[in-house]
Structure formats: C-alpha cells, structure tokens
C-alpha cells in the first residue's frame, strides 16, 4: 500500500506547487547541511586543505603556499623529527639598520617559532645592531660589509654575499636560507610550510596583472632577459630561499650575470630582482609562497589575502636611500 504522499505523487502526473515547495525546501536543507559540513566538520577531521579563490598549483605541480591550503601542525611534527635548522640573511647598510630591531623582534614572534634560526646580519654599523632577546635555539651573527653610495649596488650586491656566506659557513645537512628585506615586519606565522628545494614569493603588485605587465627586464641584450610572451609569476627580490644547494646555485648565477651585464655597462630594471626572475623562469620554483609572505603596508588588504605572515613598512626613499 502506498502512503498518502505517495498517492498523491502517482495520481496526480504533474507535482502540486505545494509539493513541489516541500521538494525545494527538502534540496535546500540538503545543501545547507552540507554547507555546514564543508565548512565547520571537515576542517576538525583535517580536511581544510583547499582554496578554490587563488591558484594552489602551478603548471609544474609546485604548490602554492597560501592560508588554508596547508596543516601548520602536522607540517611541525614532519619538521621536528628532521632536525632541521634555518638561516636568514638579511642586509641593513647605512640608514637601514633602523629596520632592524622590528624586524628582529618580529621574527622572534613568527618566524620558524620552535625550531634552530641564525639570522646573519650584514651591515656597516654593527655598533648599532639592537639587543633583541632570542630564545633558545636562536642565534644572531652580525657580518661588516662595507658602505656604500648607490642603493642598487647594495641591494644587488647581496648575492655575492649569500653565496660567499654559504660556501664559507653554512655547510652540512638538512638546512635551509631565507634571504629577507630588513625593511619588513613579521606579522603572521611563517614557519615549514615554506621550506622547499627553491623557494620563491609572489611579488604583492602584480599577481592579478597579465604577464605582459610584469617589470621585467625586457632589452635582450642584459642576462636578466624575459620575452613577451615568457614568465611565470613576478616574483619578489625582497624574500626568496629555499635548500642551501639551491640558493647557492641561484646566488651565483645570479651575480655572474648581474656582473656581466655590468661589464657591458647595463643594469637590469629592477637590479637582483630581475636577475632573480629570470633565473625562477629558467630554474622553476619548487614551492611558490603567496603575497602573504611579503606584502607591502601601503596596499590595502584584498580579500584573498587572508592573513599577511611579513610586509614591508611605508617608507621614505629620499631619506633613506643614499642616493635618489
Ligand atoms: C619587496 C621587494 O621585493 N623589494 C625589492 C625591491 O624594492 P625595495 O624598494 O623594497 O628595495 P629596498 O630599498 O628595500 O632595498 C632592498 C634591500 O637592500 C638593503 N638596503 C638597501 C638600500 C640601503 O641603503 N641599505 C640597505 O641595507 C636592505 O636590506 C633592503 O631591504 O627592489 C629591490 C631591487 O631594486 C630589491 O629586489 C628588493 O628586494
Ligand atoms: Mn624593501
């Protein structure tokens, strides 16, 4: 025998509005169910682990690191029974060492919390490197560097300085090099999620552009060279890193052809940062990080960005910078 509903459904060949209402409540109780599921159920089983509003993958399958694609905890406890450590380099020449003490104790806060950090400073006034307290496992170098006139000679002369800082003291296993913009704040965790055989970041000004307007350098004749129709991401000079193995490779590449270039009395658009891109086109990225590991503090927040981990403070270049 059939039920009351049934009958109605099988006399009467078109369904009633009044039935044809309890079906769509039914389908939107259904669907709000399982809205609730996705959002509030799967992230305590550790399924949260997707973002449908940004690009998680790049074409050759390296992940793109943005909040809420990753498990901070899980990755932590991978990372601890390796034993790893974690450098940083980061540059405060002339005027710029009064960056550093927010970003010291920033980094104190966010980066790699829990785990073995040296944060190799190179300035020309260590007479002025702040005392920052760091905890244990933590520990700070401050290498002299000379002064020197031109920003872009500071700014590009960093890689010569990671790479002789590699060869020279950062040997053996297991270790990884962030190198870092001093005029920076941490503001979120930065932490394993990041670490990778070639690391890069998203440069903030430019990942909804198309390619064509990247700033890259675009006269052939430098070796920091992108075609038109070439390049992946505008990628971020002010933070990349990745295995000690790698960012060598990069640190010297990069500064044998920032060399040449200025042999030949050219210096590409946006100095080591274009070197940088180029290399990144040619040497892909293992793992990209988001433009939430390096912001910058003008731009407003876009809803993408669900957390901002480091970014660059407002500041004056003509008061800063040697020269204009
Ligand atoms: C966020 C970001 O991706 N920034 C990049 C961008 O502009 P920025 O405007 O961020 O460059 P910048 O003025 O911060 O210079 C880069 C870095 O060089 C160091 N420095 C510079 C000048 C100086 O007098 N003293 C000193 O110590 C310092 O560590 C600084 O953070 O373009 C530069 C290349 O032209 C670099 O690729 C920067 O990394
Ligand atoms: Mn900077």
Not at 111 to 120: A, M, N, Q, S, T
Not at 150 to 177: F, N, T
Not at 187 to 210: C, F, K, M, N, Q
Request: glycine fraction near 6%; include cysteine.
């Amino acid at each position: 025998k059939f039920s009351s509903s049934h009958n109605s459904l099988f006399q009467s060949e078109v369904p009633t509005a009044q039935h044809r209402k309890r079906v769509s409540m039914k389908m939107i109780l259904r669907v709000s169910a399982l809205f609730v599921f996705c959002l509030f159920v799967m992230p305590l089983c550790g399924f949260n682990c997707s973002r449908t509003d940004v690009v998680t993958l790049t074409p050759w399958l390296a992940p793109v690191v943005w909040e809420g694609t990753f498990n901070p905890d899980l990755l932590d406890s991978i990372y601890q029974q390796q034993d790893i450590s974690v450098a940083a380099t980061v540059f405060a020449v002339g005027k710029y060492i009064m960056f550093l003490k927010n970003f010291l104790e920033t980094a104190e806060e966010y980066f790699f919390v829990g785990f073995k950090v040296h944060i190799y400073v190179f300035t020309d006034r260590p007479d002025e490197v702040p005392q920052v307290k760091m905890a244990p496992g933590r520990q700070l170098t401050v290498l002299p560097v000379p002064s020197s006139n031109r920003w872009q000679e500071i700014s590009a002369r960093r890689m010569e300085l990671i790479q002789k800082l590699i060869e020279e003291r950062l040997q053996g296993h297991g270790k990884y090099i962030f190198c870092l913009d001093v005029d920076s704040k941490f503001h979120g965790r930065w932490g394993t999620e990041s670490l990778g055989g070639l690391v890069a970041v998203i440069h903030p000004g430019y990942y909804w552009d198309p390619r064509s307007n990247f700033p890259y350098e675009r006269r052939p004749q430098s070796r920091a060279y992108v075609a038109e129709e070439e390049g992946d991401f505008y990628y971020c000079g002010g933070a990349f890193g990745g295995s000690l193995e790698e960012v060598l490779l990069l640190a010297k590449t990069c500064r044998s052809n920032f060399e040449a270039d200025a042999k030949e009395g050219i210096e590409a658009a946006w100095q080591e940062e274009s070197h940088l891109n180029r290399y990144m086109w040619i040497n892909k990225p293992s793992k990209v990080l988001s433009p939430e590991y390096l912001w910058q503090d003008f731009k407003s927040r876009n809803s993408e960005i669900h957390i901002i981990r480091f970014s660059g403070v407002v500041k004056n270049y003509a008061e800063i910078r040697p020269n204009a």
